[in-house]
């Protein structure tokens, strides 16, 4: 007997679709350019959510979330885009370390350390950290 299948799940695989081939999704009856809109939507809600969150830690200007925007950037590109949960497990712990050196120390060493482990990362697992998780699926 199949699974049932929740809403999101549906949704999930749609954009997936989507994403692949957007003229094949179409000729499936997948509706491209609304399934788009929400999710460019729903992406710029969650920004708008984060920067309500960030700005009584940090300063209005027109690039505060620039240097956010490139930690988080490298986090995924350190994980490999491919795979979520290792993209999940190497923001946190990249981030956690970050955050606890800064601290402890000052925020410049907590930089200092994201960026060197990002770098390290890069130059063992050029493909990412989950490169082997992906020769596994």
Do not use: E, H
């Amino acid at each position: 007997t199949p699974k049932p299948s929740s809403a999101a799940s549906d949704v999930y695989k749609r954009q997936r679709a989507v994403v692949q081939d957007r003229t094949t999704a179409a000729a499936l009856g997948i509706d491209a350019r609304r399934l788009s809109c929400i999710t460019f939507a729903i992406g710029s809600a969650s920004a708008g959510l984060a920067g309500a969150v960030l700005l009584p830690v940090i300063p209005a200007a027109p690039n505060m979330g620039f240097a956010l925007a490139i930690k988080g950037f490298l986090a995924v590109v350190a994980a490999g885009p491919a795979i979520v949960s290792g993209t999940v497990l190497s923001v946190l712990s990249l981030g956690s370390g970050s955050a606890m050196v800064a601290s402890y120390g000052s925020r410049v060493l907590g930089d200092l350390l994201f960026f060197g482990a990002t770098l390290l990362l890069l130059c063992r697992f050029p493909l990412g950290v989950t490169q082997g998780w992906r020769l596994k699926l």
